[in-house]
Protein backbone atom coordinates (compact mmCIF):
# COMPACT_ATOMS: atom_id res chain seq x y z
CA UNK A 1 0.00 0.00 0.00
CA UNK A 2 1.42 3.54 -1.24
CA UNK A 3 0.83 6.20 1.77
CA UNK A 4 1.13 9.70 1.18
CA UNK A 5 1.78 11.42 5.08
CA UNK A 6 0.57 15.30 4.50
CA UNK A 7 1.62 18.07 7.55
CA UNK A 8 0.83 19.62 9.47
CA UNK A 9 -2.50 18.42 10.10
CA UNK A 10 -4.04 21.58 11.34
CA UNK A 11 -2.44 25.11 10.85
CA UNK A 12 -4.45 28.24 11.55
CA UNK A 13 -2.81 31.56 10.43
CA UNK A 14 -3.34 35.15 10.37
CA UNK A 15 -4.13 37.04 6.89
CA UNK A 16 -0.92 37.39 5.11
CA UNK A 17 1.43 35.02 6.61
CA UNK A 18 3.36 33.00 4.87
CA UNK A 19 3.18 28.63 4.98
CA UNK A 20 3.98 26.17 3.73
CA UNK A 21 2.43 22.49 3.48
CA UNK A 22 4.10 18.51 3.18
CA UNK A 23 3.11 15.90 1.11
CA UNK A 24 5.70 12.90 1.45
CA UNK A 25 6.05 9.53 0.46
CA UNK A 26 8.37 6.65 0.64
CA UNK A 27 6.97 5.59 -2.67
CA UNK A 28 7.60 6.69 -6.01
CA UNK A 29 4.63 8.52 -8.09
CA UNK A 30 4.39 8.88 -11.39
CA UNK A 31 2.48 12.21 -10.70
CA UNK A 32 1.34 14.37 -8.22
CA UNK A 33 -1.85 16.28 -8.08
CA UNK A 34 -3.21 18.98 -5.15
CA UNK A 35 -6.59 19.24 -4.36
CA UNK A 36 -8.75 22.03 -2.33
CA UNK A 37 -12.03 21.11 -0.61
CA UNK A 38 -14.25 23.18 0.93
CA UNK A 39 -16.88 22.19 3.20
CA UNK A 40 -19.50 20.40 1.70
CA UNK A 41 -17.94 20.49 -1.66
CA UNK A 42 -16.05 17.82 -3.33
CA UNK A 43 -12.03 18.44 -3.97
CA UNK A 44 -11.42 20.80 -6.78
CA UNK A 45 -8.12 19.88 -8.52
CA UNK A 46 -5.07 23.12 -8.02
CA UNK A 47 -1.94 21.52 -10.23
CA UNK A 48 -0.66 18.53 -11.49
CA UNK A 49 3.12 17.82 -11.31
CA UNK A 50 4.78 15.43 -13.33
CA UNK A 51 8.76 15.82 -13.39
CA UNK A 52 10.76 15.18 -10.77
CA UNK A 53 11.89 18.96 -9.46
CA UNK A 54 9.07 20.93 -11.44
CA UNK A 55 7.97 24.00 -9.97
CA UNK A 56 4.55 25.36 -11.02
CA UNK A 57 2.92 28.55 -9.80
CA UNK A 58 -0.66 29.46 -9.78
CA UNK A 59 -1.12 33.26 -8.41
CA UNK A 60 -0.13 32.95 -4.62
CA UNK A 61 0.23 29.56 -4.77
CA UNK A 62 3.90 27.56 -5.19
CA UNK A 63 4.23 23.86 -6.18
CA UNK A 64 7.18 21.92 -5.95
CA UNK A 65 7.60 18.26 -6.81
CA UNK A 66 10.64 16.42 -5.31
CA UNK A 67 13.33 15.50 -7.31
CA UNK A 68 13.23 11.98 -6.62
CA UNK A 69 9.12 12.13 -7.04
CA UNK A 70 8.18 10.94 -3.90
CA UNK A 71 7.03 14.05 -2.21
CA UNK A 72 5.95 17.61 -2.51
CA UNK A 73 5.00 20.97 -0.78
CA UNK A 74 2.81 23.77 -1.36
CA UNK A 75 3.92 27.43 -0.60
CA UNK A 76 1.19 29.79 -0.13
CA UNK A 77 2.33 33.58 0.27
CA UNK A 78 0.49 36.34 1.76
CA UNK A 79 -2.65 34.37 2.72
CA UNK A 80 -5.92 35.28 2.84
CA UNK A 81 -9.13 34.12 4.36
CA UNK A 82 -10.43 32.71 0.86
CA UNK A 83 -7.28 30.22 0.61
CA UNK A 84 -9.39 28.49 3.90
CA UNK A 85 -9.88 24.71 3.33
CA UNK A 86 -8.92 21.04 3.26
CA UNK A 87 -5.66 20.64 1.23
CA UNK A 88 -5.39 17.42 -0.43
CA UNK A 89 -2.17 15.63 -2.25
CA UNK A 90 -2.68 12.53 -4.76
CA UNK A 91 -0.22 10.24 -5.78
CA UNK A 92 -0.56 8.82 -9.36
CA UNK A 93 0.24 4.90 -9.12
CA UNK A 94 -0.84 1.80 -10.58
CA UNK A 95 -3.66 -0.09 -8.77
CA UNK A 96 -2.71 -3.35 -6.32
CA UNK A 97 -3.46 -5.61 -9.44
CA UNK A 98 -0.77 -3.42 -11.52
CA UNK A 99 -3.27 -3.02 -14.52
CA UNK A 100 -4.52 0.10 -13.88
CA UNK A 101 -3.70 3.63 -12.38
CA UNK A 102 -5.55 5.07 -9.44
CA UNK A 103 -5.10 8.28 -7.15
CA UNK A 104 -3.83 7.38 -3.58
CA UNK A 105 -4.85 10.39 -1.48
CA UNK A 106 -2.98 11.70 1.79
CA UNK A 107 -5.01 12.78 4.61
CA UNK A 108 -5.03 16.46 4.21
CA UNK A 109 -4.04 19.66 6.05
CA UNK A 110 -7.11 21.61 7.04
CA UNK A 111 -5.56 25.52 6.98
CA UNK A 112 -7.48 28.11 8.15
CA UNK A 113 -6.35 31.75 7.63
CA UNK A 114 -8.19 34.09 9.83
CA UNK A 115 -8.80 38.05 8.92
CA UNK B 1 -15.80 20.48 -10.77
CA UNK B 2 -16.37 20.27 -14.11
CA UNK B 3 -19.20 18.41 -14.65
CA UNK B 4 -19.84 15.20 -12.92
CA UNK B 5 -23.25 15.06 -11.16
CA UNK B 6 -23.79 12.96 -7.80
CA UNK B 7 -26.98 12.28 -6.15
CA UNK B 8 -28.66 12.72 -4.21
CA UNK B 9 -26.59 15.51 -2.46
CA UNK B 10 -27.61 13.66 1.17
CA UNK B 11 -28.97 10.24 1.57
CA UNK B 12 -30.49 9.27 5.10
CA UNK B 13 -30.92 5.83 5.61
CA UNK B 14 -32.33 3.50 8.47
CA UNK B 15 -29.90 0.96 9.55
CA UNK B 16 -30.84 -2.50 7.58
CA UNK B 17 -31.79 -0.59 4.50
CA UNK B 18 -30.47 0.19 1.14
CA UNK B 19 -28.36 3.18 -0.25
CA UNK B 20 -27.99 3.57 -4.30
CA UNK B 21 -25.75 6.50 -5.07
CA UNK B 22 -25.32 7.66 -8.59
CA UNK B 23 -22.55 9.48 -10.16
CA UNK B 24 -22.72 11.10 -13.63
CA UNK B 25 -19.50 11.07 -14.92
CA UNK B 26 -17.81 13.68 -17.49
CA UNK B 27 -19.13 13.86 -20.98
CA UNK B 28 -16.78 11.82 -22.86
CA UNK B 29 -14.76 10.22 -19.76
CA UNK B 30 -15.19 6.22 -19.29
CA UNK B 31 -12.91 5.92 -16.32
CA UNK B 32 -14.98 6.51 -12.70
CA UNK B 33 -13.67 6.27 -9.27
CA UNK B 34 -15.55 5.97 -5.86
CA UNK B 35 -14.00 7.36 -2.65
CA UNK B 36 -14.96 7.46 0.60
CA UNK B 37 -14.56 10.30 3.11
CA UNK B 38 -15.09 10.70 7.12
CA UNK B 39 -15.25 14.11 8.66
CA UNK B 40 -11.65 15.86 8.63
CA UNK B 41 -10.00 12.92 7.26
CA UNK B 42 -8.72 12.64 3.40
CA UNK B 43 -10.36 10.13 0.56
CA UNK B 44 -10.06 7.04 0.77
CA UNK B 45 -10.10 4.76 -2.92
CA UNK B 46 -12.91 2.12 -2.98
CA UNK B 47 -13.16 1.30 -6.48
CA UNK B 48 -12.16 2.11 -10.37
CA UNK B 49 -14.36 1.06 -12.81
CA UNK B 50 -14.36 1.45 -16.60
CA UNK B 51 -17.61 1.18 -18.87
CA UNK B 52 -18.94 -2.11 -18.10
CA UNK B 53 -15.73 -3.17 -16.40
CA UNK B 54 -14.52 -3.13 -12.70
CA UNK B 55 -11.25 -2.40 -12.69
CA UNK B 56 -10.04 -2.35 -9.55
CA UNK B 57 -12.52 -2.98 -6.36
CA UNK B 58 -9.40 -3.08 -3.54
CA UNK B 59 -10.58 -0.54 -1.77
CA UNK B 60 -13.78 -1.45 -1.34
CA UNK B 61 -15.69 -3.98 1.69
CA UNK B 62 -16.27 -7.21 0.32
CA UNK B 63 -19.71 -7.36 1.79
CA UNK B 64 -22.83 -5.36 1.26
CA UNK B 65 -20.92 -3.03 -1.18
CA UNK B 66 -21.23 -3.36 -4.85
CA UNK B 67 -20.57 -0.77 -7.50
CA UNK B 68 -21.44 -0.72 -11.34
CA UNK B 69 -21.03 1.62 -14.51
CA UNK B 70 -23.16 -0.05 -17.21
CA UNK B 71 -23.11 1.28 -20.69
CA UNK B 72 -25.28 3.21 -20.53
CA UNK B 73 -26.35 5.39 -17.60
CA UNK B 74 -25.25 6.35 -14.50
CA UNK B 75 -22.36 4.80 -12.28
CA UNK B 76 -24.33 2.97 -9.00
CA UNK B 77 -22.46 2.39 -5.51
CA UNK B 78 -24.75 0.11 -3.83
CA UNK B 79 -24.50 -0.03 0.02
CA UNK B 80 -26.85 -3.28 1.11
CA UNK B 81 -28.06 -3.48 5.13
CA UNK B 82 -26.84 -0.45 6.06
CA UNK B 83 -24.71 0.23 9.81
CA UNK B 84 -24.05 3.28 11.44
CA UNK B 85 -20.20 3.01 10.19
CA UNK B 86 -21.38 3.34 6.63
CA UNK B 87 -22.08 7.74 7.31
CA UNK B 88 -19.75 9.00 5.21
CA UNK B 89 -19.32 11.32 2.35
CA UNK B 90 -19.30 9.34 -1.03
CA UNK B 91 -17.24 11.13 -3.71
CA UNK B 92 -17.02 9.95 -7.10
CA UNK B 93 -14.34 11.36 -9.78
CA UNK B 94 -13.82 10.62 -13.38
CA UNK B 95 -11.54 10.97 -16.09
CA UNK B 96 -10.62 10.42 -19.58
CA UNK B 97 -7.89 8.33 -19.89
CA UNK B 98 -5.67 6.72 -17.20
CA UNK B 99 -2.26 7.80 -18.55
CA UNK B 100 0.37 9.57 -16.28
CA UNK B 101 -0.13 12.85 -15.00
CA UNK B 102 -4.00 12.30 -15.65
CA UNK B 103 -6.51 14.35 -14.27
CA UNK B 104 -9.78 13.76 -11.93
CA UNK B 105 -12.95 15.61 -11.73
CA UNK B 106 -14.73 15.17 -8.85
CA UNK B 107 -18.78 15.55 -8.04
CA UNK B 108 -19.57 17.13 -5.01
CA UNK B 109 -20.49 14.07 -3.01
CA UNK B 110 -23.41 12.38 -1.21
CA UNK B 111 -23.71 12.50 1.97
CA UNK B 112 -25.24 9.62 3.79
CA UNK B 113 -26.11 9.15 6.99
CA UNK B 114 -27.06 6.17 8.97
CA UNK B 115 -29.55 6.33 11.90
Known amino acids: TQLLKQSPQFLSIQEGENLTVYCNSS?????LQWYRQEPGEGPVLLVT?????EVKKLKRLTFQFGDARKDSSLHITAAQPGDTGLYLC???????????????FGSGTQLTVLP | NAGVMQNPRHLVRRRGQEARLRCSPV?????VYWYRQLPEEGLKFMVY????????ESGMPKERFSAEFPKEGPSILRIQQVVRGDSAAYFC?????????????FGQGTRLTVV
Open chain 1, 90 to 104: AGDSLTNSGSARQLT
Open chain 1, 49 to 53: VVTGG
Open chain 1, 27 to 31: SVFSS
Open chain 2, 27 to 31: KGHSH
Open chain 2, 49 to 56: LQKENIID
Open chain 2, 93 to 105: ASSRQTGSGTEAF
